[in-house]
């Protein structure tokens, strides 16, 4: 779940692992924090997908799906 925050954070999308959660993963401002070291649930991975989407983030979308099917080392 760091992986995809970190690229996110890195392109400007978000500024802190609280906006993240909250406004990215529509979760509690603490969740990536206490969840950093599990891999992304399929109804996170879904809400994020189509937040990414929705701002046309068609590159990240890809990788995160990219990254849940297995495709990328």
């Not at 399929?42 to 297995?70: F, P, S």
Request: no cysteine; hydrophobic share 40%; proline share 0%.
């Amino acid at each position: 779940m760091t992986e995809i925050y970190t690229l996110m954070e890195t392109r400007g999308l978000t500024d802190s692992q609280r906006h993240f959660s909250a406004v990215w993963l529509e979760r509690g401002q603490n969740y990536l924090s206490q969840n950093k070291d599990a891999d992304l649930s399929a109804a996170d991975a879904l809400t994020l997908w189509r937040a990414l989407q929705d701002e046309q983030q068609y590159e990240l979308a890809a990788i995160l799906l990219a990254d849940l099917l297995g495709e990328r080392s």
